[in-house]
């Protein structure tokens, strides 16, 4: 099967810059997603980035890939405290669900 | 307002009994999806509707079954509920975009306990 790998745990201090990482293996997904789970909600579509693109930026956010090593990352610049959350990488299967990584919770603390 | 809707949020039942999880998307998608969220965090795929037909079923039970009397909702009803079904289960529905992309939205996911 397929699947996606992320570090579990990040912790930053407020004001720091935070980056994620992801490892991706199936080189046939089209787009890669960014979603963000904050406590005991559902998940928010953060950001994607097409896959033949190397880099996406939105304000705080900067999505980088390595399609030759299957690697995806998230920077969020200046991280605050509301920026704490699981973050999860997604690629698509058949192009249609999602294979979530096993996400990452990001820490903030000021 | 509320683009995917799920009902109940909680849900605290016995073993062995049967329960049903709604869901309704107000997004004219035609694909929906049911996620099960365990308590590592994990999310996994176990149910995809696109116009009313399944097209993915992973190794999910078979306790388990999906229903879907129009593309608006896709339900989730269990049979013989156990220990190891408690969880946080995620309905999501999305589209196909001319770029071919999907965008996924999320319920806000029902947390069943199975006691």
């Known amino acids: 099967g397929e699947d996606v790998e992320q570090s579990l745990f990040l912790s930053v201090r407020e004001g720091d810059s935070s980056v994620i990482n992801c490892t991706y293996t199936?080189?046939?997904?089209?787009?890669l997603y960014w979603y963000k789970q904050e406590p005991g909600a559902g998940l928010q579509l953060l950001t994607y980035i097409f896959s033949n693109m190397d880099m996406k930026q939105d304000q705080r956010l900067t999505v980088l890939l390595n399609k030759k090593d299957k690697h995806l990352s998230l920077r969020i610049a200046d991280t605050q405290t509301g920026d704490s959350a699981i973050y999860f990488c997604?690629?698509?299967?058949?192009?249609?669900?999602?294979?979530f990584g096993k996400g990452t919770t990001l820490s903030v603390s000021s | 307002d509320t683009a995917v809707s799920q009902t109940p949020k909680y849900l605290v039942t016995q073993m062995g009994n049967d329960k049903s999880i709604k869901c309704e998307q107000n997004?004219?998608?035609?694909?929906m999806y049911w996620y099960k969220q365990d308590s590592k965090k994990f999310l996994k795929i176990m149910f995809s509707?696109?116009?009313?037909?399944?097209?993915i079923n992973e190794t999910v039970p078979n306790r388990f079954s999906p229903k879907s009397p129009d593309k608006a909702h896709l339900n989730l009803h269990i049979n013989s509920l156990e220990l190891g079904d408690s969880a946080v289960y995620f309905c999501?529905?999305?589209?196909?975009?001319?770029?071919?992309?999907?965008?996924?939205?999320f319920g806000p996911g029902t947390r069943l306990t199975v006691t």
């Open positions: 999501a529905s999305s589209q196909l975009r001319a770029s071919g992309r999907y965008e996924q939205y």
């Open positions: 199936d080189s046939s997904s089209t787009y």
């Open positions: 997004l004219g998608h035609d694909t």
């Open positions: 509707y696109n116009n009313k037909e399944l097209i």
């Open positions: 997604a690629e698509t299967q058949a192009g249609t669900a999602l294979i």
